[in-house]
């Protein structure tokens, strides 16, 4: 399995705003092959902490085929709907493969 994490740092002002995008996403990366799933994480602090969106995939394949797709840059031209100054930073990708899963045998 490959996982990826998006630390999506936003102003707290901007948090709702930032998680109706979710809320109302086009869910076209659940259709993708080798798509497992999607969670989208609230910080405890975000005045301090990132957003933390993870997808999960069978593997590093499928995840870069899905990058490659038409879908993913039309879904991912909707992400220019909140201004600049809604985020704290930029985001950071982190991609890993799974070692270990105690929900996996």
Same mark, same amino acid.
Not at 58 to 80: L, M, Q, T, Y
């Given at each position: 399995?490959?996982?990826? $994490? %998006? !630390? $999506?740092?936003?102003?707290? #002002?901007?948090?709702? /705003?930032?998680?109706? *995008?979710?809320?109302? !996403?086009?869910?076209?990366?659940?259709? /993708? +092959?080798?798509?497992? *799933? %999607? @969670?989208? &994480? !609230? +910080? /405890? =602090?975000?005045?301090?902490?990132?957003? @933390?969106?993870?997808?999960?995939?069978?593997? !590093? #394949?499928?995840? #870069?085929?899905?990058?490659?797709?038409?879908?993913?840059?039309?879904?991912?031209? *909707?992400?220019?709907? &909140?201004?600049?100054?809604?985020?704290?930073? +930029? %985001?950071? @990708?982190?991609?890993?493969?799974? @070692?270990? =899963?105690?929900?996996?045998?």
């Amino acid at each position: 399995m490959f996982v990826t $994490i %998006n !630390r $999506i740092p936003v102003h707290p #002002e901007y948090a709702a /705003a930032f998680e109706a *995008r979710f809320q109302d !996403r086009a869910r076209a990366v659940d259709a /993708a +092959p080798g798509f497992v *799933r %999607n @969670l989208v &994480l !609230r +910080p /405890a =602090d975000p005045a301090t902490q990132p957003y @933390l969106v993870q997808t999960f995939w069978e593997s !590093r #394949e499928a995840f #870069e085929a899905w990058v490659e797709s038409d879908a993913f840059k039309k879904g991912h031209a *909707r992400a220019g709907s &909140l201004p600049r100054e809604a985020f704290r930073g +930029p %985001n950071e @990708l982190e991609t890993f493969e799974v @070692l270990s =899963d105690s929900a996996r045998p």
